[in-house]
């Protein structure tokens, strides 16, 4: 099953020219600089686009081609823009109970939405009494709520604050795993890409530059930015059953050994193999890509160490990384600019 995208429109500083397909499962993120397209994209898969040649189907629906409009709530697509489209002269009970009565069948229960979004408090008021991120989670709730078959979300965390965050990412990955339902989310934060994404869209002027699952795009420039992600074994604070975690690791803080240190203070020492070489941003070092069970990440090595151990491609080598190297939404989430390098 898949969401199969073609269109081209114009736009003000070149156009927007895509023909992509997405899997229909899992969280994909569209990822890209101020003004590649990204809204756009959304906008088209939609049917909100402006007067171009389109073409958009969803698990073998046809949505729209140049005889065929299907509307917007005839998609059931639930959509939550970067400014949350609340209907002002509503409360937020009568805004929600809109995108609830819009369905026709619910497989989520509004008391697990109203409480998961933290709105129960926030029903008797109308959407100019609320800050920017209250509307945000009233707009996510509502769209929810309507029980759609694509969710679409545009920054749907830049007005909320970390901790309320960090229980809106939770809370998607529960709403797409329990209910098998696709989301498509646009976002500048490389902590929510890194987090909370399956698939990786990235757009450049208007095309697409590369798509695919996440630890393949993670391993591409610029997503790759000196960023790894690995499966390592170590106590996390508030995880009591094994379980598979998401974590990131800087290159910059991963050193590489060639046989294991004993008796030393970093407790992760990963035996991996040297998978590739690339170009590193800063003169003077190498940008070693590991590999260790089919996982990848990186580390930033000297010119100089890269020759005193005799380094290549294919040598078994052990990684070292110290536990508050390991970025974990349980340990500190972090928010940095898609653009932002380490």
């Known amino acids: ?40 994209l959304l906008e088209v898969i939609a049917g909100l686009a402006p007067t171009g040649t389109v073409e958009v189907s969803f698990n073998e629906h046809l949505w729209q081609d140049a005889q065929t409009r299907m509307p917007l709530a005839a998609r059931r697509i639930g959509l939550v823009l970067q400014e949350p489209s609340l209907f002002p002269h509503l409360t937020v009970l009568e805004n929600l109970r809109y995108g609830w009565q819009r369905a026709a069948q619910h497989y989520v229960s509004w008391d697990e939405v109203i409480n998961n979004c933290g709105v129960a408090d926030l029903l008797t008021q109308k959407p100019s009494q609320l800050s920017g991120g209250q509307q945000q989670r009233v707009a996510f709730a509502r769209a929810i709520l309507a029980q759609p078959q694509l969710l679409l979300l545009d920054e749907p965390f830049s007005a909320l604050d970390e901790a309320t965050r960090q229980q809106f990412v939770d809370y998607l990955r529960q709403v797409a795993t329990r209910y098998e339902l696709p989301v498509l989310f646009v976002s500048h934060q490389l902590s929510d890409i890194a987090e909370v994404s399956d698939h990786v869209v990235l757009l450049q002027r208007g095309q697409v530059l590369s798509s695919g699952p996440l630890p393949q795009q993670l391993r591409q420039e610029p997503l790759r930015s000196l960023l790894g992600m690995s499966v390592v074994s170590t106590p996390l604070p ?45 003169a003077g070092e ?32 052990v990684a070292h990384v110290k536990a508050a190297a390991l970025h974990h939404p349980f340990i500190q989430p972090l928010r940095e600019s898609i653009s932002e390098t380490r």
């Not at 046989?259 to 970093?266: D, G, I, K």
């Not at 260790?292 to 380094?311: G, M, N, T």
Request: proline content about 4%; overall charge positive; charged content about 15%.
């Open 286 to 317: 190498h940008l070693v890509e590991l590999e260790c069970q089919r996982q990848y990440f990186f580390a930033l090595v000297s010119d100089e160490a890269w020759q005193q151990l005799a380094l290549r491609v294919g040598q078994r080598v």
């Open 238 to 282: 508030g995880l009591n059953e094994p379980s598979q975690q998401r974590l990131r690791i800087y290159a910059r803080d991963v050193s590489l050994s060639l046989q294991p240190v004993p008796h030393s203070s970093v407790r992760n020492q990963i035996t991996c193999v040297i998978f590739a070489v690339h170009e590193s941003h800063r």
């Open 1 to 40: 099953m898949t969401l199969s995208v073609k269109a081209t429109l114009a736009r003000q500083h070149f156009p927007l020219a895509v023909d992509v397909t997405l899997p229909s499962t899992g969280i994909t993120a569209i990822v890209g600089a101020s003004g590649s397209g990204k809204t756009s």
